[in-house]
């Protein structure tokens, strides 16, 4: 069984910049596409940003120009690079990996954005 494991939330000021990580404990084979969704307080789970198998990267309207969705295939790993957080950039952010016969979740990292 593969697990996902995310780190690098915290609490950052508006304006702030976090990294998020999401390490996969093996290699995934036939990855389709890698991901990070997050959910508010309150609100449905939505997707942040996603990256196809052959590097295709789309992201939500909210986040466009301030988050990069990247992943080091070598490590098993994607990441999240934030830059210019806003207070509604705050929820709890979940890796993604859709394999061709599974898809995976993360266990969640808390990202707070306030002063």
């Known amino acids: 069984q593969v697990q996902l494991v995310e780190s690098g939330g915290g609490l950052v000021q508006p304006g702030g910049s976090l990294s998020l990580s999401c390490a996969a404990s093996?290699?995934?084979?036939?990855?389709?596409?890698m991901g990070w969704y997050r959910r508010a307080p309150g609100k449905q789970r939505e997707l942040v940003a996603t990256?196809?198998?052959?590097?295709?990267?789309a992201y939500a309207d909210s986040v466009k120009g301030r988050f990069t969705i990247s992943r080091d295939n070598a490590k098993n790993t994607v990441y999240l690079q934030m830059n210019s957080l806003k207070p509604e950039d705050t929820a709890v952010y979940y890796c993604?990996?859709?394999?061709?016969?599974?898809?995976?979740w993360g266990q969640g990292t808390q990202v707070t954005v306030s002063s």
């Open positions: 990256m196809t198998s052959g590097g295709n990267t």
């Open positions: 993604n990996v859709v394999g061709s016969y599974s898809t995976y």
């Open positions: 093996r290699k995934i084979f036939s990855i389709n596409a």
